[in-house]
């Protein structure tokens, strides 16, 4: 009887009955799942809601979660472009669903961004040359160390998951840059997200929404989306710079209109006219220093448009106000309003000169000139503060070493794009600019706080040395000893 079932194509009882139940399980399986999944969710919008009621902002905070979850599944590089996009132009958005105690939802998208580049990087291992995470693995091994003795380590764990990021954003850029087309829609990509910021910025100065601050002669300062003026001067710079290189380079020469060559030259003007607007001197010098560079070695005129540029400048008060500030303050004596590079000066002095010598190697563990800076700087006023120089707090948290490891970022990336002057020589010369400008304004602002503007930054730089390396051919000069410190398969070697 039973053959004749099964001949006939029925199925024995047993296994009817144990189908039935791997369905009925099957169901209580999906039906509990949908239940946590909703308990879950119903959580999430009881906290949601209570946060919403301290800052209504937090209402956005579910639907973004979703969207970068969702996106980040289903197209990685689809989030890419949307983060590069809107990343500046939302700051003030990402900045107000913030709380002290455990970020928000910038730290979502740092999150995201340390993610994409680890699911990019476990895609493809070896797309990444030795040499290029040789350029921030020594960097970011000294902060992880900086960690186990910092003073207050929630804090700088914190800050040092910022610095991941950037060094993701640096990574991601080797991603998607594969030949010249990639390069420069990327560079496109980077100077149409600065197009909101623009927007923003002309709006804000429109309002006349200046940059609230106790400093006198630092009022009248425009920050656009940003947190701080020096934040939007930097950025500035940065797309200047990008700018001037897609604006003359060849291949832009042969693809586009005088018309669109006429738009990017407006456009530039723009950008300077927003960098005279925030006031900061030191970006200032940054812009100058890479015109000068420019024109120096490829067109002499600029050199004429830099000399005539500061007489203009000088026209206008509220930039000769702020040229002529550094001559006064400069004594210091007791109730005296310093100006801001003679107070920076006593910062300075005032922390070499209570570090003790055995801390000189290694430091105070990150975060500590922050910590420690109500103790020794004698303005404090009982007030932290932070170095308003990377060299010095570099030096007082992690020490020598930690230093020298920051200046091997920009040194390794430069020897790569030194390399490549043979093959393009305007990019080899302003991203090499841009790296100076960065030393060089590091030097007197705390440059590694300002997470927007350090994402941008490596974002390019990686996107500079990716290119640089893919298109360096194999007689371009490559020493043996780094070919074979580095692998042989990634980096071309000098031929003989």
């Known amino acids: 009887m039973t053959a004749m079932h099964v001949s006939n194509g029925l199925k024995p009882y047993g296994n009817e009955r144990r189908s039935r139940w791997a369905v009925r399980w099957s169901t209580l399986l999906w039906a509990a799942a949908l239940a946590a999944g909703s308990i879950v969710l119903g959580f999430i919008c009881v906290i949601a809601g209570d946060l919403a009621a301290q800052k209504p902002v937090f209402f956005l905070v579910l639907p973004a979660v979703l969207v970068v979850g969702f996106t980040f599944l289903a197209s990685p590089r689809t989030l890419l472009v949307a983060i590069v996009l809107l990343r500046a132009v939302a700051n003030p958005v990402l900045e107000e669903a913030r709380f002290a105690s455990f970020g928000g939802l910038g730290g979502l998208v740092n999150l995201a961004v340390i993610m994409l580049a680890l699911v990019f990087w476990m895609r493809e291992p070896r797309r990444i040359p030795r040499v290029a995470w040789m350029v921030w693995i020594p960097f970011i091994l000294m902060q992880m160390a900086g960690l186990v003795y910092a003073p207050d380590r929630l804090p700088e764990l914190r800050t040092f998951l910022g610095t991941l990021s950037t060094m993701a954003m640096f990574v991601l850029a080797f991603y998607v840059v594969d030949d010249w087309t990639s390069f420069d829609r990327v560079l496109k990509l980077v100077l149409w997200s600065s197009v909101p910021v623009a927007l923003y910025t002309l709006v804000a100065i429109a309002r006349h929404d200046v940059h609230i601050t106790n400093d006198p002669a630092a009022m009248g300062r425009y920050k656009g989306p940003f947190s701080h003026p020096n934040i939007l001067a930097f950025y500035l710079v940065l797309m200047q710079g990008v700018m001037l290189y897609v604006w003359k380079s060849v291949r832009t020469r042969a693809s586009t209109t005088t018309l669109t060559r006429m738009a990017m030259a407006g456009y530039l003007l723009v950008l300077l006219a927003l960098l005279a607007a925030t006031k900061t001197r030191s970006a200032w010098m940054a812009a100058a220093g890479m015109f000068f560079v420019y024109g120096l070695i490829f067109e002499r005129r600029f050199l004429l448009y830099l000399c005539l540029a500061p007489l203009l400048a000088l026209l206008v008060p509220d930039i000769r106000d702020r040229v002529l500030d550094l001559g006064q303050g400069n004594a210091v004596v007791q109730y005296a309003q310093l100006n801001s590079f003679t107070w920076r000066r006593v910062l300075w002095e005032d922390a070499i000169s209570w570090m003790r010598p055995a801390r000189y190697l290694f430091g105070y563990g990150s975060g500590g000139f922050f910590f420690n800076s109500p103790t020794f700087f004698s303005l404090s006023g009982g007030m932290t503060t932070g170095a308003h120089s990377v060299a010095v707090q570099m030096l007082f948290d992690v020490g020598l070493v930690g230093l020298l490891t920051y200046y091997a970022t920009f040194w390794r990336s430069a020897r790569i794009l030194w390399r490549f002057r043979r ?28 997470l927007v503007f350090n994402w941008f930054f490596w974002f390019v730089i990686g996107a500079g040395l990716s290119i640089a390396l893919r298109m360096m051919p194999a007689e371009a000069p490559m020493p043996a000893s780094i070919r074979r410190r580095h692998g042989r398969e990634d980096l071309p070697v000098r031929a003989g």
Do not use: I, Q
């Not at 093959?423 to 300002?450: I, K, P, W």
């Open 423 to 450: 093959e393009d020589g305007l990019l080899s010369a302003m991203f090499m600019a841009l790296l100076l400008s960065y030393v060089v304004v590091s030097l007197s602002d705390n440059m590694m706080s300002y």
